[in-house]
């Protein structure tokens, strides 16, 4: 186990320092046929062939959607597209490789967590600027200025946002049948929430109060500091900055505030809420649920939730459950940003013009956007009542909804959901009525001169701060001490400061008080 | 009347008899443990974890694997093409570089072993050979790329060079060649057939190199049908674990079904199955070969 880890740690060490390389070397143009005049202008005139690069598995019927789509392309733009997958196998080292090669490769799906904005600042992409009018001026047009501006990096744009909002804040997720038959009060901050637990111990003894698993840090942390600390966003390193005032960094770890929180998990692991062998639970949050070994989630989004709605409806009718979004209690909600779906040029892409004009096809054309999210009208899908319905079942069709993962070019003219889905855009709107722009995404940290004391930070915390988080350790105030001290031998002050800097220079650019 | 054991030697054998089977009971039990997975229903294996004896028996998990049985079946035939393909080419590259490295009257041998020696103590890194195939040899999405790389292992030249040296006398290749033989009737007429142990040994590595591949897959393959079996296998399991990692944080909601505990426990069966079930019968092979290749190779 040791060794394949620390092969793949010095493996991708040696990844990072290769495509930095690659990328100052330039990457030199690819392989690939360039239908590009001299004068950057396209040649329509000569046929190419556009290389598509997505993440994940591609969907069983992928090849009879792509000749669906050449059809269309080769008609319009004299262009055939190659649709091409990573799967989630090591996709991030596949999509390093990628992009450092110098592949002709002309359209790749980005997003905060494929790490965009240090790939633009590195240049691993193309900006978009000037060729956005020239070669695809009906998508320059449809997504809003405001979004165009929130992608850019440097003052360039690099990326085609998508333009479908949704959130994914978290919210409590419980079993309501319970609720009612034991009349425990509705979760909605961590008292009420405490409370509904409590009487979960205490009349159901064989099933566990909260899912957990090892992932103590997203499981119970990330999801508190989104609901009592009001935090800007998920912060690295023991940084705390408040939504409410986002120029003002302080030091969470080690502040009252901490000590609250890490008393909270004690108590719960007191009580029995928390099990003594969380850090070896693998088995997803989600599942827990839906198989009935668990009664509620701390924190999940909207959709999700859904899944565990429609999951649970068909094996068993009777349980029912409920969700309550923590934006109604902190006040307000964040969309996720426009980062979070996009596409992007990559540097080595032979014909840039005719990639973005295919791309203002598939989000403004119809037939090519349903084509792609939904598959073969009457072979995988239907539509009734304004609604998406499978044909088959998700075993049986080689197409699910949105089977291609084209969360980016979702255009919310015409988009179909599935009649469940109902709920989610409830919940939606409920939340557009509070909501305010995400701070924290559109900010771009550079580690690359605190990188050795970022890597040793984190086996501290893996050995200090989990257990506390878990609630292990019996003395909190002293855990904490020793916590603290092994992180400041790690050169938690040198990131902290180092992180501050860049937090500071970016709140100043974008002008957010 | 048979000689009476002494007490120690009793000790012995009841101490190594006791080791052996607590060892093979150690190997067997997880194995079992699988077996029983693959036979138990999702929920159950969340709700009560694993059991020996499943407590809801269920074929959930089979049924699952096999309502696309033509895509275990197509990863298959790719590992078994490339292994076959790829260990038969790469013996016949080895055991002529061998021969010629071995031949003293090869007067550039020295600079060629050096060459190839050279190689095991400073590899290019992973982008380099990543760029060389995709970009100069235009090698990605192809078969040929799963078998091509892993042709001339370096290793294995020196292996097969040392043996060929060690067993044949150089004499051997001079009254040949005063008997009227060429270069290449030395080779096929008195290296190969003196040289089986090595080539069993060498065969044997290669083989297992190719079946147990996965990494040029992963690197080099975007086409679904092209994937080889313990890539299929760890892209199905990853996938898994994926989503429930990343998803939570990214909103990422993925419609395929995903194959749950049961599936997975299935399809590692239906994976690994064959191979088992061949194995005593290759076994001895196996044995042989490694025997003779590490005392002379």
């Known amino acids: 186990m040791t060794f394949t880890k620390k092969r793949k740690q010095r493996m991708s060490i040696l990844i990072a320092v290769m495509v930095i390389m690659g990328l100052l070397a330039g990457c030199g143009g690819g392989g690939g046929s360039s239908a590009q005049k001299a004068d950057g202008t396209d040649d329509k005139s000569q046929k190419v062939q556009l290389q598509f690069y997505m993440l994940g598995d591609a969907p069983k019927d992928m090849p009879a959607i792509e000749a669906e789509i050449n059809k269309l392309a080769e008609k319009d733009l004299n262009a055939t597209v190659k649709f091409n997958y990573t799967t989630w196998t090591d996709w991030d080292q596949k999509y390093k490789l990628l992009l450092s090669s110098g592949q002709p490769i002309d359209l790749i799906f980005t ?403 | 009347m048979a000689i009476k054991e002494d007490v120690y030697t009793r000790i012995f054998q009841i101490l190594s008899y006791a080791i052996i089977i607590i060892a093979s009971i150690a190997c067997l039990l997880p194995f079992l443990l699988i077996i029983s997975a693959s036979l138990t229903s999702n929920e159950s294996i969340i709700r009560d974890g694993y059991h020996f004896i499943p407590q809801e028996f269920s074929l959930e998990g089979y049924r699952t694997v096999f309502t696309f049985p033509e895509e275990v079946l197509r990863a298959y035939g790719v590992t078994i093409f490339t292994t076959v393909v790829g260990t038969t080419l790469g013996l016949f590259l080895m055991t002529m570089a061998g021969y010629v490295l071995a031949r003293k009257d090869f007067k550039y041998r020295n600079a060629f072993s050096f060459y190839i020696y050279f190689t095991t103590l400073f590899g290019g890194g992973l982008v380099p050979w990543y760029i060389m195939l995709t970009k100069y040899l235009g090698l990605l999405d192809t078969y040929t790329v799963l078998i091509f790389p892993g042709l001339m292992t370096p290793f294995l030249i020196i292996l097969m060079k040392n043996f060929i040296r060690s067993s044949m006398p150089e004499e051997l290749f001079e009254s040949a060649k005063i008997d009227g033989a060429g270069d290449f009737k030395i080779y096929y007429r008195i290296v190969l057939p003196l040289s089986t142990p090595g080539i069993a040994t060498v065969g044997l590595f290669l083989a297992l190199a190719y079946w147990n591949d996965w990494f040029s897959s992963s690197l080099f393959i975007n086409d679904p049908h092209k994937y080889q079996l313990q890539y299929y296998l760890y892209n199905v399991i990853n996938s898994m674990q994926f989503i429930a990692q990343m998803g939570a944080g990214t909103g990422v909601s993925l419609s395929n079904d995903m194959p749950t505990e049961s599936t997975k426990m299935a399809m590692a069966i239906v994976v690994t199955g064959p191979i088992l079930l061949l194995y005593p019968f290759i076994q001895r092979y196996f044995v042989k070969g490694l025997t003779i290749g590490a005392v002379k190779g």
């Open chain 1, 111 to 513: 997003a905060d967590w494929t790490q965009y904005q240090a790939y633009a600042k590195k240049g691993a992409f193309l900006p978009l600027d000037d060729l956005l009018p020239k070669a695809a001026p009906a998508l320059q047009k449809f997504v809003p200025q405001s979004m165009w501006d929130s992608v850019k990096i440097g003052g360039k744009i690099y990326t085609v946002p998508s333009t479908f909002k949704e959130y994914v804040t978290d919210g409590f997720v419980w079993r309501e049948d319970l609720r009612e038959k034991y009349n425990l009060p509705k979760p909605t901050d961590i008292k009420s929430y405490e409370a509904y637990m409590e009487g979960i111990r205490q009349h159901e003894p064989n099933m566990k109060p909260i899912s957990l698993n090892s992932d103590i840090k997203g499981n119970l942390h990330d999801r508190y500091s989104e609901l009592v600390t009001k935090s800007v966003g998920a912060l690295p390193y023991g940084i705390g900055i408040k939504y409410e005032k986002p120029t003002e960094v302080y030091k969470y770890w080690g502040s009252d505030e901490q000590k609250e929180e890490l008393n909270t998990y004690k108590r719960w692991a007191d009580k029995g809420f928390i099990p003594k062998n969380v850090l070896n639970v693998k088995d997803t949050l989600q599942d827990q649920v839906t198989s009935g070994k668990a009664a509620s989630i701390f924190g999940d989004n909207p959709n999700r939730f859904n899944d565990m709605v429609i999951k649970i409806k068909s094996a068993h009718p009777d349980w029912k459950l409920d969700y309550y979004p923590f934006p109604l209690t902190t006040g307000y909600a964040t969309p996720v940003h426009p980062i979070h779906n996009g596409f992007a040029i990559p540097k080595s892409s032979p014909n840039p013009a005719r990639a973005l004009a295919f791309y203002e096809k598939l989000v403004t054309d119809k037939r090519y956007n349903l084509l792609t999210q939904y598959g073969i009208e009457g072979k995988n899908y239907e539509v009734k009542d304004g609604y998406y319905q499978m044909v088959g079942t998700s075993s049986t069709n080689g197409f699910p909804r949105e089977g291609m993962n084209g969360w980016a070019w979702r255009n919310p003219e015409y988009m179909l959901f599935d009649s469940s889905f109902d709920r989610v855009k409830q919940i939606f709107a409920d939340l557009d009525k509070i909501q305010k722009p995400d701070l924290f995404t559109g900010f771009a940290e550079d580690y690359t001169t605190y990188q050795a004391e970022k890597a040793a930070l984190e086996q501290v915390e893996k050995q200090y701060l989990y257990p506390l988080q878990a609630g292990l350790i019996d003395n909190v105030d002293q855990g904490l001490q020793t916590f603290l001290q092994k992180a400041n031998q790690a050169g938690l002050e040198k990131i902290q400061t180092e992180y501050t800097k860049q937090w500071e220079t970016y709140v100043k650019e974008k002008g957010i008080k």
